[in-house]
């Protein structure tokens, strides 16, 4: 089967940083996306990882280790408007439909 | 520049009716298509996706059918709509090497 594990939940006050891990085990890999959806609303795209290490695009970053499997979204300077649910997504496959995460809701408080 | 379209944004319908969600874009062409449902604070369900006209995929076998009639156009249908089928619908594309795009999503409740 294919599956990706993230936490569930995750809390954090302002101006902190927060990570959200992301382990994946799928019948093929081309690449890790990550997805952020605020309550009620459809997900946005946040980042692209096809290749081992960290993309970085304002506040947030998001790295890959291919051989572990493993990659996560580290988001800085953590302000209100980012608590919200936070999705990796795998690309199995060419021409297939991305595998996504449960999801990891995101608290922050002030 | 692209833009999606789904419609309705919410929808209440009794058990055993029909169901038709309907999904378009604009300023691309031949999109991959999906359907993905979210059951409440639940991950996302890949429905059905289609790589070209008349070219459905389905990942979960269910009362639900997907139809593409035209390139830019995804169609979502029930012809007896169960209570599980209850969820926020959503609509998306893409191209080659591109991110996924989704629509506003369809919350449906089966009564």
């Known amino acids: 089967g294919q599956s990706l594990e993230q936490p569930s939940e995750v809390t954090a006050v302002e101006g902190a940083i927060v990570q959200i891990n992301c382990t994946y085990q799928?019948?093929?890999?081309?690449?890790l996306s990550w997805y952020q959806q605020h309550d009620g609303g459809a997900p946005t795209f946040l980042s692209y990882n096809a290749l081992d290490g960290l993309e970085e695009t304002g506040r947030f970053s998001s790295f890959l280790s291919r051989s572990d499997s493993y990659g996560y979204l580290l988001l800085q300077e953590l302000q209100m408007k980012d608590s919200a649910s936070y999705f990796c997504a795998v690309t199995a496959q060419a021409g297939t439909a991305l595998i996504f995460g449960k999801g990891t809701t995101l608290s922050v408080s002030s | 520049s692209q833009t999606i379209h789904q419609w309705p944004a919410t929808l209440v319908q009794p058990v055993g009716s029909p169901l038709s969600l309907e999904c378009t874009v604009e300023?691309?062409?031949?999109?991959?298509l999906y359907w993905y449902r979210q059951a409440a604070g639940r991950g996302l369900q890949l429905l059905f996706y289609s790589v070209g006209i008349g070219q459905i995929s389905s990942e979960v076998p269910q009362n639900l059918s997907a139809s593409r009639p035209q390139d830019r156009q995804f169609i979502l249908s029930s012809k007896k709509l169960l209570l599980s089928d209850s969820g926020f619908y959503l609509c998306?594309?893409?191209?080659?090497?591109?991110?996924?795009?989704f629509g506003n999503g369809t919350r449906l409740t089966v009564t």
């Open positions: 300023g691309t062409s031949n999109p991959n």
């Open positions: 998306a594309w893409s191209v080659p090497n591109s991110p996924l795009h």
């Open positions: 799928t019948s093929g890999f081309y690449g």
